[in-house]
């Protein structure tokens, strides 16, 4: 019995330390814009990452400048590339489903996460996005510098309004 007992609790001490060791990341200290959730290896609330604007602001910042349907010539969008807010969250899976305020969502291969410079944008010429103008974020593709990426899946892919991301 004493055996038992002894093996349960070091079951428990091993589990409890991989959780706690896996949410290394800090509580957002203002309002959550971003929550991704999934095959994570960092979390800062029960198993999913809770991001706030200053949080996102705090991660390797990016240009993409192009052109896409919905803007007339060429636009500079500014946010986070996909792959390294996966890399902070330590992201190890296959897909990323993004989902937008109004329930449309998409699924991004990880793979192609690192092949381009897809981005998490939050700004278009210098102005933060707001909801009524695609933010929080609008997902960016560089369709001026990889021409065949602009197909209708990839527009598919291109949404507005991400809130959550799910990495399957």
């Given at each position: 019995m004493?055996?038992?007992?002894?093996?349960?609790v070091?079951?428990?001490q091993?589990a409890f330390?991989?959780?706690?060791g896996?949410?290394?990341?800090p509580?957002?200290?203002?309002?959550?814009?971003?929550?991704v959730?999934g095959?994570?290896?960092a979390?800062?609330?029960q198993?999913?990452?809770?991001?706030?604007?200053?949080?996102?602001?705090?991660?390797?910042?990016?240009?993409v400048?192009?052109?896409?349907?919905?803007?007339?010539?060429?636009?500079?969008?500014?946010?986070?590339?996909?792959r390294?807010?996966?890399?902070?969250?330590?992201a190890h899976?296959?897909?990323?489903e993004?989902?937008?305020?109004?329930?449309?969502?998409?699924?991004?291969?990880?793979?192609?996460?690192?092949?381009?410079?897809?981005?998490l944008?939050?700004?278009?010429?210098?102005?933060?996005?707001?909801?009524?103008?695609k933010g929080?974020?609008?997902v960016?593709f560089?369709?001026?510098?990889v021409?065949n990426?602009?197909?209708?899946?990839?527009?598919?892919?291109?949404?507005?309004?991400?809130?959550?991301?799910?990495?399957?």
């Amino acid at each position: 019995m004493r055996a038992f007992l002894f093996a349960s609790v070091a079951v428990l001490q091993v589990a409890f330390t991989d959780v706690v060791g896996a949410c290394s990341l800090p509580q957002p200290a203002g309002k959550v814009i971003l929550t991704v959730t999934g095959h994570i290896g960092a979390c800062s609330d029960q198993r999913e990452v809770r991001l706030d604007r200053a949080m996102i602001h705090s991660l390797p910042l990016t240009e993409v400048r192009t052109k896409n349907p919905w803007e007339r010539g060429r636009a500079t969008y500014q946010g986070v590339l996909l792959r390294d807010l996966l890399h902070y969250v330590k992201a190890h899976g296959k897909m990323v489903e993004l989902s937008a305020l109004n329930d449309f969502h998409t699924e991004i291969s990880i793979a192609d996460t690192k092949k381009y410079n897809i981005l998490l944008a939050f700004r278009r010429n210098g102005v933060e996005l707001t909801v009524r103008d695609k933010g929080p974020f609008f997902v960016v593709f560089p369709f001026s510098d990889v021409r065949n990426l602009e197909t209708e899946e990839r527009f598919a892919q291109s949404i507005w309004q991400v809130n959550h991301i799910e990495v399957k």
